[in-house]
């Protein structure tokens, strides 16, 4: 026969599985319902991080008024989303419908390739190959090629469905962005709070370390990826390449996922020199040699400003988030590398100042 005691006990450890399950169900119900949202979520979180140096600015060139700043803020930040996407879909129609209607009516040409390209190494000859065959006989070239097209185009069309949709969900997160800026008291406070709950001790300086952390990586890898994408933007405009707003997001998303922009570059700089004088050919190849090399000189100064964690650490953190989670995962992962190191580093710290017992 049981004891009081251990009936007591029994009953007190039933009453709090029952409430921790229901916690567990409401959390979990929670989750789900939210779900459909986090993406637009978390990026309007990284958003509102990432551009509040410029929105503390105007509010105080607006006399303080929140409210304002983040509805200028957030027009302003539309725009600059929306009129660039609809400047390179307008851009890349006129350049398909002006490729249709030169290959239905039989103008389309193709220039010989340079000698030179057959001296690349490994894909040299190959290359030189089909795009002499190319210049000759177009149609021969393409109905050889049928299988590849076709599944370039599937891709094409598949990566526009889902560009379509991260452009809507993308404009979703700026105006949560305004929302979270003109209540960024409120949302600082939640913020410094769970912290502080969570790490008593070093709350307030987590929270921080987080904010200069998703402002470096916007300064350092997407800051960096818009300047080289403008750049050779520019440039493309100048040596007149056609469709130059498909090649610069094609320079601006190799930016953002840390590859080489002259995987781009390199191919438009060969036609230019097969199209175009020798002499804009040698400005344009130098202007985009110096611009796809830029990003050696531009993310260390700009990926560690701001932030005493090693610029190594926020590097791999987002090279290693990206790799995860895709483009949310460089601030994410940046963040939670940062946040581990200043914790491991707290740790030693502590450790080493603890009298042996």
């Known amino acids: 026969m049981p004891s009081a005691e251990d009936r007591a006990f029994l009953r007190r450890a039933l009453e709090s599985s029952i ?15 939210a779900r459909p949202f986090l993406s637009p979520i978390v990026w309007g979180i990284i958003l509102a991080i990432a551009i509040q140096p410029i929105y503390a600015a105007l509010c105080r060139v607006m006399g303080g008024h929140r409210p304002l700043a983040a509805a200028i803020l957030v027009v302003g930040a539309l725009l600059v989303l ?23 009516a039989g103008t389309l040409e193709i220039p010989l390739p340079p000698a030179s390209v057959a001296d690349w190494p490994i894909v040299g000859d190959r290359f030189h190959t089909y795009w002499a065959e190319a210049s000759r006989n177009l149609d021969a ?26 452009l809507v969900v993308f404009a979703l997160s700026i105006v949560l962005a305004g929302v979270l800026l003109a209540s960024g008291e409120s949302a600082a ?40 994408s403008f750049l050779a933007g520019l440039g493309m405009l100048a040596a007149g390449v056609p469709a130059f707003g498909l090649w610069t997001l094609l320079v601006l998303l190799l930016g953002v996922v840390q590859l080489p922009t002259l995987l781009v570059l390199v191919p438009i700089i060969v036609w230019v020199f097969a199209s ?43 090279i290693g988030g990206f790799m995860r989670a895709g483009i949310i995962g460089l601030f994410v992962g940046s963040v939670v590398l940062a946040v581990g190191h200043s914790l491991f580093k ?3 710290e502590n450790a080493s100042e603890s009298p042996p017992s």
């Open 189 to 228: 406070d939640t913020a410094r709070r769970v912290a502080e709950r969570l790490v008593p001790e070093r709350g307030a300086e987590l929270i921080a370390l987080a904010r200069d952390t998703v402002q470096s990586v916007t300064r350092g890898i997407l800051g960096t990826a818009l300047i080289q």
């Open 346 to 348: 707290w740790w030693l």
């Open 276 to 318: 175009s004088s020798t002499g804009v050919a040698i400005l344009f190849a130098i202007w985009t040699t110096t611009v796809g090399l830029s990003d050696n000189v531009l993310k260390p100064l700009l990926l560690g400003r701001g932030s005493d964690v090693p610029t190594v650490v926020i590097f791999i953190g987002a």
């Open 82 to 104: 929306i009129v660039p996407s609809v400047l390179l879909t307008a851009n890349l129609v006129e350049s398909t419908t002006q490729l249709a209607e030169k290959m239905k």
């Open 141 to 166: 070239t393409l109905d050889s090629l049928h299988p590849q097209l076709m599944a370039v185009g599937h891709w094409v069309l598949e990566t526009g469905a889902s560009g379509g949709l991260g």
């Open 19 to 33: 409430r921790i399950g229901l916690v567990l169900v409401l959390v979990v119900w929670c989750f789900l319902i």
